[in-house]
């Protein structure tokens, strides 16, 4: 979204509806076994969040959790293009008892390259790391690319050949074994300058989950008008599981009172879950302090949402 732009530039300079049973692939003795899984799919069972500091520290996702008076299931960071995979954070995440969401933003990279097989080095690589890690992985790539302002989306990049990449990017996991992977396809939720998302779309055997990224700006705000298009044009080409992958309630629109509008449409809408952008900014409409920990009626107002959640044990 727009109000994580520069957190993303500022990410990759700094780096350079149903459950499905866990299976386990035989392996090496000096190997970790690796999960195969679709992460179980329950309404309103996911609550995660992104935060600065993220992988090189977790302390910011620990000052989270006591604000909102839950531990989150799902722990995201953004990785830019050439980076590995956060291993050690991974396992911190998973210690205390969440799952790592990881998009993988290809800022440096050509996205028909990509499709072309020219990183695949660098691809093999990744999904090695995932599937030594052994766990359960949430992971995207070029998410919101169907909206303007990053070099891989709408206006950059033509449709096909994001998915073409997507679906290159899947086949090549699968074929190095990390099966523990589930896949976050990553709209922006639909307003005016956004692409039609149909277009992006690289087959339903390529995705298990499909994100949205969506924003509570102004007092208008609602989750009908936020999400509820968008979520009517993913179930027509779809019905995988719909997860809230980026939002947040800014002050300027109200956030006590909006905060449980989210939770509510999140049910109404019958979604996976949310995941949080607890990040402070200060550049306008766009960029607003989304933090809950500065604020005592925001915090109250996320706590009695958040209470309501069965959180699905990953």
Do not use: C
Not at 98 to 114: E, K, N
Not at 178 to 184: E, F, H, R, S, Y
Not at 188 to 199: C, K, N, S, V
């Amino acid at each position: 979204m727009r109000s994580r732009l520069v957190l993303t530039v500022a990410v990759a300079i700094a780096a350079a509806a149903v459950a499905v049973p866990i299976t386990r692939v035989a392996s090496s003795p000096a190997s970790r076994p690796v999960e195969h899984a679709v992460l179980p799919a329950g309404l309103a069972s996911y609550l995660g969040v992104y935060e600065t500091g993220p992988p090189r520290t977790y302390q910011p996702v620990a000052e989270f959790a006591r604000a909102a008076g839950r531990r989150p299931n799902l722990v995201g960071y953004y990785s830019g293009w050439g980076e590995g995979f956060a291993t050690s954070f991974a396992e911190t995440v998973r210690r205390h008892g969440a799952v790592t969401i990881l998009q993988m933003d290809p800022t440096d990279a050509s996205v028909p390259g990509i499709a072309a097989g020219d990183y695949d080095g660098y691809l093999r690589s990744f999904a090695d790391s995932v599937r030594k890690f052994g766990h359960q992985v949430v992971i995207g790539f070029g998410h919101e690319m169907n909206a303007t302002w990053y070099t891989w989306g709408y206006g950059h990049v033509h449709a096909r050949t994001f998915a073409a990449a997507w679906r290159h990017i899947v086949t090549l996991f699968r074929g190095q074994g990390a099966g523990n992977v589930t896949w976050l396809w990553t709209l922006q939720a639909d307003e005016p300058g956004t692409g039609p998302i149909a277009a992006w779309w690289p087959g339903a055997g390529y995705v298990t989950w499909v994100g949205i990224d969506g924003y509570y700006y102004r007092r208008s705000d609602t989750f009908a008008g936020v999400f509820g298009k968008t979520i009517a044009q993913v179930r027509a080409i779809t019905s995988k599981p719909v997860l809230l992958s980026e939002t947040a309630v800014g002050p300027v629109a109200g956030q006590p009172a909006k905060i449980g509008d989210l939770f509510a449409g999140m049910r109404q809408y019958q979604t996976l879950g949310l995941v949080w952008f607890d990040i402070a900014q200060d550049q306008g409409i766009y960029h607003q302090d989304w933090r809950i920990e500065d604020s005592p009626q925001a915090a109250a107002a996320f706590r009695q949402g958040a209470s309501t959640l069965r959180l699905a044990q990953p």
